[in-house]
């Protein structure tokens, strides 16, 4: 639930920070403006975020650990031959 209130404020910043920006826009006000537009886009990385969280929350363990384990055997390949006699 707590993603949930957290994306949901993302929206409201969105939402606030957009009608700040316009504010600002219609008045000439550039400072006004520019916070607006820094809530918005605070809100919107805020909305990111929290749909990021839910994604990788849904993915399985085993899925996780495979690739975990693929991507370090790679490394391994592409950087661990390097050695020189």
Do not use: C, R
Not at 7 to 21: C, F, I, R, S, Y
Not at 42 to 55: I, L, V, Y
């Amino acid at each position: 639930m707590m993603a949930l209130d957290n994306k949901l404020d993302g929206m409201k910043d969105q939402a606030t920070g957009k009608v700040k920006e316009v504010a600002g826009k219609v008045t000439g006000d550039s400072k006004t403006e520019a916070e607006g537009m820094a809530k918005g886009l605070m809100g919107k990385a805020e909305e990111q975020f929290e749909t990021a969280k839910e994604e990788a929350a849904k993915m399985p363990v085993m899925t996780t650990i495979i690739l975990t384990v693929v991507v370090a055997a790679i490394t391994t390949i592409v950087f661990g031959h390097h050695k020189t006699d």
